[in-house]
C-alpha cells in the first residue's frame, strides 16, 4: 500500500527552465513533508522540507508546496541546472516518530 | 561533523545465510532508521530504534531484525537470506522528531 506516490518516473528539463516534481500521499495524518536527492551508489540527500503548517517553503533555487486539501505537494527548481540531474524523492512523516514513508521516485535530467 | 556511516559497503552472500550490517549515526543523533532500496520500490522503512528501544517497525517477515546500542550505534541483521533480500539498505539517523533525517551511504547486499 503505496501512501506516497510519485506517478512520473523521469523528467526532462532544459537547463536553466523550470523543473516541477509532483508527489501525491493518501494519508491524512501526514504533518511533514521532505524531499530527497540521490545519486546512484549514495544515500539520498535531503533537499528541503515542509510542515503542513505552512503551504510554502523556499530554499534557494528549491521551493516547495503542499496543497493539504489536495494531498499533493510539488518541488520547483529554478533554474534548472545539469548537476540536478538525479533521483528526487518525496517523503512524508507522522509525528508519532521518524518513519518516513518516501515515494519510488522522479529521475530528472537537466539538458544542457 | 561526521556523518551517517555504513559498513560494509558491499556484502555478497549465499542464500541461507544471515548477515549483520552496521550503522553509526551522526554524533548527538539518537533515532536510528533502516531502510531497504529495491529498483521500482522506493525506498520501504524497516524499522526504527530511539534510545535502544524499538519504536517503529516496518512490514517485513520476522527475519529482518535490528537492535541499538547505548551509543546509538545501530545493527541490522537478516537471517535465512532469500535472493528477494537483494539491495540497497540504507540507513538514517534523526536528532528530533520531524526534522530531516540524514542517510548514510548505504550497503549493497547481494544473494547469490
Known amino acids: 500500500d503505496q501512501q506516497v506516490k510519485q506517478n512520473s518516473p523521469s523528467l526532462s528539463v532544459q537547463e536553466g527552465r523550470i523543473s516541477i516534481l509532483n508527489c501525491d500521499y493518501t494519508n491524512s495524518m501526514f504533518d511533514y513533508f521532505l524531499w530527497y536527492k540521490k545519486y546512484p551508489a549514495e544515500g539520498p540527500t535531503f533537499l528541503i522540507s515542509?510542515?503542513?503548517?505552512?503551504d510554502k517553503n523556499e530554499d534557494g533555487r528549491f521551493t516547495v508546496f503542499l496543497n493539504k486539501s489536495a494531498k499533493h505537494l510539488s518541488l520547483h527548481i529554478v533554474p534548472s541546472q545539469p548537476g540536478d540531474s538525479a533521483v528526487y524523492f518525496c517523503?512524508?512523516?507522522?509525528?508519532?516518530?521518524?518513519?518516513?514513508?518516501f515515494g519510488t521516485g522522479t529521475s530528472l535530467t537537466v539538458i544542457p | 561533523k561526521a556523518g551517517v556511516t555504513q559498513t560494509p559497503r558491499y556484502l555478497i552472500k549465499t542464500r541461507g545465510q544471515q548477515v549483520t550490517l552496521s550503522c553509526s549515526p551522526i554524533?548527538?543523533?539518537?533515532?536510528v532508521s533502516w531502510y531497504q532500496q529495491t529498483p521500482g520500490q522506493g525506498l520501504q522503512f524497516l524499522f526504527e530504534y530511539f534510545s535502544e528501544t524499538q519504536r517503529n517497525k516496518g512490514n517485513f517477515p520476522g527475519r529482518f531484525s535490528g537492535r541499538q546500542f547505548s551509543n546509538s550505534r545501530s545493527e541490522m541483521n537478516v537471517s535465512t537470506l532469500e535472493l528477494g533480500d537483494s539491495a540497497l539498505y540504507l540507513c538514517?539517523?534523526?536528532?528530533?522528531?520531524?526534522?530531516?533525517?540524514?542517510f548514510g551511504q548505504g550497503t549493497r547486499l547481494t544473494v547469490v
Open positions: 554524533s548527538g543523533h539518537r533515532s
Open positions: 515542509i510542515s503542513s503548517i505552512k
Open positions: 517523503a512524508a512523516a507522522t509525528n508519532t516518530g521518524n518513519q518516513f514513508y
Open positions: 538514517a539517523s534523526s536528532g528530533h522528531q520531524n526534522t530531516e533525517a540524514f
